[in-house]
């Protein structure tokens, strides 16, 4: 599978967007990008997926580069309860379709 | 949306003894199930695949000897963590596929986790 690259950590206002960037220029042309976030001690939650348009959805926006390259997760209005750590995934959807998490990045939500 | 439910949420045994986790659809059923393992402030990492009726896949470094997965229906998979150790306390999750789900779906869900306390 291919690797993403994600800053450890970001802050963001309350109320403000949050934008979470990720790496992943490996990736060949049948691998999606996916977003998952784990709250603290819970399991993980998708978020959204691409392939290679932009796509949104009531929790988030993505916003593919055309090269395909990279990434943005982009939490429009953020909340505490936004804070969370986010991660960024490619996969092949192929017979295993298995999810491998690299080490993602924390989000902190400011009041 | 669907839901996957692990029971039980947490669990504490002595060292040597064996513990099982349980894993459930509720509401659809998953031809394949993941199982993670999540130790303090580090990512998941993925254990093992299970497909319904037949062995499960293990990911390199993990002893399939002492992890035994069961995955007998399309609801319900089982980890067993046998002769369990302190270095195998952990924070075991799951994740159910949906049945039938084609390349591009995103219909893969995980469950509450199990806390593992081996003492």
């Known amino acids: 599978d291919a690797k993403t690259t994600q800053p450890p950590s970001m802050d963001c206002a309350e109320g403000r967007a949050a934008n979470l960037p990720c790496n992943h220029s490996t990736i060949s042309g049948n691998e999606y990008v996916y977003w998952y976030r784990q709250i603290h001690s819970q399991g993980p939650q998708y978020i959204i997926h691409g392939l290679k348009n932009n796509e949104t959805n009531e929790m988030a926006s993505l916003i593919i580069t055309e090269d395909r390259k990279s990434s943005t997760l982009i939490l429009p209005h953020a909340t505490l309860r936004d804070t969370a750590v986010y991660y960024c995934?490619?996969?092949?959807?192929?017979?295993?379709?298995?999810?491998?998490f690299g080490t993602g990045t924390l989000l902190a939500v400011q009041p | 949306g669907a839901v996957v439910s692990q029971h039980p949420s947490w669990v504490i045994c002595k060292s040597g003894t064996s513990v099982k986790i349980e894993c459930r659809s509720l509401d659809f059923q998953a031809t394949t199930m993941f199982w993670y393992r999540q130790f303090p402030k580090q990512s998941l990492m993925l254990m093992a695949t299970?497909?319904?009726?037949?062995?499960?896949?293990?990911e390199q470094g993990v002893e399939k000897d002492k992890f035994l997965i069961n995955h007998a229906s399309l609801t319900l998979s089982t980890l067993t963590v046998t002769s369990a150790h302190p270095e195998d306390s952990s924070f075991y999750i799951c994740?159910?596929?949906?049945?039938?789900?084609?390349?591009?779906?995103?219909?893969?869900?995980f469950g509450p986790g199990t806390r593992l306390t081996v003492t």
């Open positions: 299970s497909n319904e009726g037949s062995k499960a896949t293990y």
């Open positions: 994740s159910a596929r949906v049945y039938g789900t084609g390349l591009s779906s995103h219909e893969q869900y």
């Open positions: 995934i490619v996969r092949y959807g192929g017979a295993t379709n298995k999810l491998i």
